[in-house]
């Protein structure tokens, strides 16, 4: 059985704050904690470190939905905001800000669990994402050292390409380092003997 999410709802009403809360717990064995108020929203959430924050924005203006979805760290958990109503503009600031699940047509209950298994799905699916893009730019990056590295060796020596990197490959187990390691070393230093 899957551990309990630990869900944070903001939600300012206390009627649809307390029904929201009824709707998650139909849906599962969840720790919900319900903030009513902005007051340090940011720093409060991230004090709980909730798996998923869930919020019922109603109408919310831009410049609202900017405030809610950076106190909310939608690049650290899934976030999930329903509206009643909303506009493209609106929708496109949303996803940007990295909102998970912008649902509109407000919150009904049997509608949050599809809607919670949707988010948590779709927020991972783009953090692997993200990481695949860091490990390739770092990549790119490393490349980009290394033939810069090589270059040197090819001139400096007179050797080829091939011959260049075997010098840079015997260097870095030699010293028990990345080949992109020795060749970062190698660059900064003639960037120094310039």
């Known amino acids: 059985m899957a551990k309990p999410l630990s869900i944070i709802v903001v939600e300012k009403?206390?009627?649809?704050?307390?029904?929201?809360?009824?709707?998650?717990?139909?849906?599962?064995?969840?720790?919900?904690?319900?903030?009513?108020?902005?007051?340090?929203?940011?720093?409060?959430?991230?004090e709980r470190n909730p798996d998923l924050v869930l919020i019922d924005?109603?109408?919310?203006?831009?410049?609202?939905?900017?405030?809610?979805?950076?106190?909310?760290?939608?690049?650290?958990?899934?976030?999930?905001?329903?509206?009643?109503?909303s506009d493209g503009s609106l929708t496109k600031a949303a996803i940007e800000a990295g909102v998970s699940a912008y649902v509109v047509d407000g919150l009904?209950?049997?509608?949050?669990?599809?809607?919670?298994?949707?988010?948590?799905?779709?927020?991972?699916?783009?953090?692997r994402m993200r990481v695949e893009l860091a490990e390739t730019r770092r990549a790119l990056e490393e490349r980009k050292v290394i033939d810069r590295a090589k270059g040197i060796l090819m001139r400096a020596k007179g050797i080829g390409e091939d011959a260049a990197y075997g010098l840079l490959r015997k260097a870095a187990m030699d010293q028990g380092?990345?080949?992109?390691?020795?060749?970062?070393?190698?660059v900064m230093s003639a960037d120094l003997l310039k």
Do not use: Y
């Open 13 to 46: 009403d206390r009627e649809r704050a307390l029904l929201i809360v009824d709707g998650l717990r139909e849906a599962g064995d969840h720790e919900v904690f319900v903030m009513a108020d902005d007051f340090a929203l940011a720093r409060r959430i991230a």
């Open 57 to 85: 924005a109603g109408n919310p203006s831009r410049d609202v939905l900017e405030e809610l979805t950076l106190a909310s760290s939608p690049m650290e958990r899934p976030v999930a905001m329903f509206v009643d109503q």
């Open 108 to 127: 009904r209950s049997e509608r949050i669990k599809p809607i919670l298994d949707a988010a948590i799905a779709r927020f991972h699916m783009v953090q």
């Open 177 to 186: 380092r990345k080949v992109a390691d020795v060749a970062q070393a190698l």
